[in-house]
Protein backbone atom coordinates (compact mmCIF):
# COMPACT_ATOMS: atom_id res chain seq x y z
CA UNK A 1 0.00 0.00 0.00
CA UNK A 2 2.99 2.57 1.20
CA UNK A 3 4.54 1.84 -2.57
CA UNK A 4 1.25 2.75 -4.60
CA UNK A 5 0.89 6.03 -2.53
CA UNK A 6 4.59 5.99 -3.06
CA UNK A 7 3.80 6.14 -7.05
CA UNK A 8 1.01 8.01 -7.03
CA UNK A 9 2.51 10.70 -4.55
CA UNK A 10 5.96 10.79 -7.88
CA UNK A 11 3.01 10.35 -10.45
CA UNK A 12 1.23 13.63 -9.29
CA UNK A 13 4.70 15.62 -8.48
CA UNK A 14 5.41 14.62 -12.31
CA UNK A 15 2.20 16.33 -13.47
CA UNK A 16 2.34 19.35 -11.95
CA UNK A 17 5.89 19.27 -13.06
CA UNK A 18 4.52 19.12 -16.55
CA UNK A 19 1.98 21.50 -16.23
CA UNK A 20 4.52 23.86 -14.82
CA UNK A 21 6.90 23.48 -17.55
CA UNK A 22 3.85 23.89 -20.42
CA UNK A 23 2.82 26.92 -18.42
CA UNK A 24 6.08 28.40 -18.52
CA UNK A 25 6.84 27.94 -22.24
CA UNK A 26 3.59 28.89 -23.38
CA UNK A 27 4.67 32.28 -21.70
CA UNK A 28 7.74 32.51 -23.07
CA UNK A 29 6.49 32.56 -26.34
CA UNK A 30 3.83 34.92 -25.82
CA UNK A 31 5.92 37.02 -24.54
CA UNK A 32 7.95 36.49 -27.64
CA UNK A 33 5.37 36.92 -29.94
CA UNK A 34 4.47 40.71 -28.55
CA UNK A 35 7.95 41.74 -28.39
CA UNK A 36 8.15 41.11 -32.20
CA UNK A 37 4.69 41.79 -33.04
CA UNK A 38 5.36 45.14 -31.21
CA UNK A 39 8.50 45.83 -33.30
CA UNK A 40 7.54 45.33 -36.48
CA UNK A 41 4.17 46.80 -36.45
CA UNK A 42 5.02 50.35 -38.02
CA UNK A 43 2.59 53.35 -37.91
CA UNK A 44 3.15 56.28 -39.95
CA UNK A 45 2.11 59.89 -39.64
CA UNK A 46 1.82 62.49 -42.57
CA UNK A 47 1.99 65.49 -40.51
CA UNK A 48 2.66 68.23 -42.83
CA UNK A 49 2.86 69.29 -46.32
CA UNK A 50 3.97 72.22 -48.05
CA UNK A 51 3.56 73.15 -51.64
CA UNK A 52 5.84 75.05 -53.63
CA UNK A 53 4.56 78.24 -55.44
CA UNK A 54 3.59 77.31 -58.91
CA UNK A 55 1.77 74.14 -56.70
CA UNK A 56 4.03 71.55 -59.12
CA UNK A 57 5.96 69.92 -55.87
CA UNK A 58 4.74 69.12 -52.38
CA UNK A 59 6.92 68.69 -49.71
CA UNK A 60 5.37 66.21 -47.00
CA UNK A 61 6.74 65.13 -43.38
CA UNK A 62 6.24 61.78 -42.59
CA UNK A 63 6.69 60.32 -39.12
CA UNK A 64 7.19 56.55 -38.51
CA UNK A 65 6.84 54.80 -35.30
CA UNK A 66 7.58 51.21 -34.98
CA UNK A 67 6.64 50.19 -31.23
CA UNK A 68 6.53 51.00 -27.87
CA UNK A 69 9.15 48.39 -26.44
CA UNK A 70 11.81 48.13 -28.57
CA UNK A 71 10.97 50.66 -31.52
CA UNK A 72 11.84 53.72 -32.74
CA UNK A 73 10.87 57.34 -34.42
CA UNK A 74 12.03 58.87 -37.32
CA UNK A 75 10.71 61.60 -39.24
CA UNK A 76 11.72 61.97 -43.22
CA UNK A 77 10.92 64.82 -45.59
CA UNK A 78 9.76 63.76 -48.80
CA UNK A 79 9.84 65.54 -52.18
CA UNK A 80 6.86 65.03 -54.67
CA UNK A 81 6.01 66.19 -58.09
CA UNK A 82 2.51 67.06 -58.06
CA UNK A 83 0.49 65.64 -61.00
CA UNK A 84 -3.15 66.55 -59.33
CA UNK A 85 -4.12 69.23 -56.66
CA UNK A 86 -7.89 69.78 -56.17
CA UNK A 87 -8.04 70.45 -52.16
CA UNK A 88 -7.08 67.35 -50.29
CA UNK A 89 -6.53 65.45 -53.23
CA UNK A 90 -2.96 64.74 -54.52
CA UNK A 91 -1.53 62.19 -56.59
CA UNK A 92 2.52 61.86 -56.14
CA UNK A 93 4.62 61.20 -58.93
CA UNK A 94 7.81 60.30 -57.27
CA UNK A 95 9.27 57.83 -56.03
CA UNK A 96 12.49 57.31 -54.17
CA UNK A 97 11.99 60.91 -53.08
CA UNK A 98 13.05 61.24 -49.59
CA UNK A 99 15.74 63.81 -49.01
CA UNK A 100 16.02 64.04 -45.02
CA UNK A 101 16.01 61.73 -42.58
CA UNK A 102 15.65 62.64 -38.84
CA UNK A 103 15.53 59.78 -35.90
CA UNK A 104 14.54 59.86 -32.33
CA UNK A 105 12.14 63.64 -32.74
CA UNK A 106 8.74 64.01 -32.85
CA UNK A 107 7.32 66.71 -34.55
CA UNK A 108 10.81 68.89 -35.08
CA UNK A 109 10.66 69.43 -38.52
CA UNK A 110 8.94 72.47 -40.64
CA UNK A 111 8.99 72.41 -44.33
CA UNK A 112 8.46 75.46 -46.35
CA UNK A 113 9.05 76.51 -49.83
CA UNK A 114 11.52 79.78 -50.46
CA UNK A 115 10.46 80.29 -54.36
CA UNK A 116 9.05 77.55 -56.37
CA UNK A 117 12.30 75.75 -56.89
CA UNK A 118 14.42 76.00 -52.77
CA UNK A 119 12.83 74.26 -49.89
CA UNK A 120 13.35 75.20 -46.46
CA UNK A 121 13.85 72.87 -44.14
CA UNK A 122 13.58 73.99 -40.33
CA UNK A 123 14.50 71.15 -37.81
CA UNK A 124 15.07 72.05 -34.07
CA UNK A 125 16.65 68.20 -32.72
CA UNK A 126 20.19 68.08 -34.27
CA UNK A 127 20.97 64.38 -33.10
CA UNK A 128 19.79 61.91 -35.73
CA UNK A 129 20.20 63.18 -38.70
CA UNK A 130 20.22 60.29 -41.16
CA UNK A 131 20.29 61.82 -44.57
CA UNK A 132 20.64 65.57 -45.72
CA UNK A 133 20.86 66.08 -49.26
CA UNK A 134 21.29 69.26 -50.69
CA UNK A 135 19.03 69.11 -53.86
CA UNK A 136 16.71 66.93 -55.60
CA UNK A 137 15.71 66.99 -59.06
CA UNK A 138 16.22 70.63 -60.23
CA UNK A 139 15.16 71.54 -56.36
CA UNK A 140 17.90 73.64 -54.01
CA UNK A 141 17.38 72.77 -50.35
CA UNK A 142 18.50 74.38 -47.46
CA UNK A 143 18.25 73.59 -43.78
CA UNK A 144 18.22 75.90 -40.92
CA UNK A 145 19.23 73.68 -38.09
CA UNK A 146 18.18 75.40 -34.90
CA UNK A 147 19.11 72.69 -32.10
CA UNK A 148 16.44 74.03 -29.65
CA UNK A 149 15.68 70.55 -28.39
CA UNK A 150 18.57 68.63 -25.65
CA UNK A 151 19.93 65.37 -27.11
CA UNK A 152 18.59 62.28 -24.99
CA UNK A 153 20.21 60.85 -21.44
CA UNK A 154 23.01 59.08 -22.61
CA UNK A 155 22.27 55.15 -21.11
CA UNK A 156 26.13 54.50 -20.13
CA UNK A 157 26.44 55.91 -16.18
CA UNK A 158 30.21 55.91 -16.45
CA UNK A 159 30.28 58.76 -19.24
CA UNK A 160 27.56 60.67 -18.24
CA UNK A 161 28.29 64.67 -18.60
CA UNK A 162 27.50 67.37 -16.35
CA UNK A 163 24.69 69.16 -16.47
CA UNK A 164 25.64 72.22 -18.32
CA UNK A 165 27.35 70.51 -21.10
CA UNK A 166 23.96 68.20 -21.41
CA UNK A 167 22.14 71.62 -21.99
CA UNK A 168 24.31 73.44 -24.07
CA UNK A 169 25.32 69.89 -26.71
Same mark, same amino acid.
Given at each position: ???????????????????????????????????????????? !??? %???? @??? #????????? *?? =?? &????????????????????????????????????? !??? %???? @??? #????????? *?? =?? &??????????????????????????????????????????
Amino acid at each position: MSRLKSKLNRSKNNMVKKVLLFFFITGILILLFLVYFVNTSCHK !AYT %SKAF @SSD #NAYAAQVVE *TS =CG &GLLGDLTSDVNINKVEKNAGDYINFVDNHNTVFILGG !AKS %SIQT @SWI #NSRTLKITY *TY =CH &GVYAHDTSWKDIKIVYDKQCTNPPPLPTDSKNLPSLEEYIHN
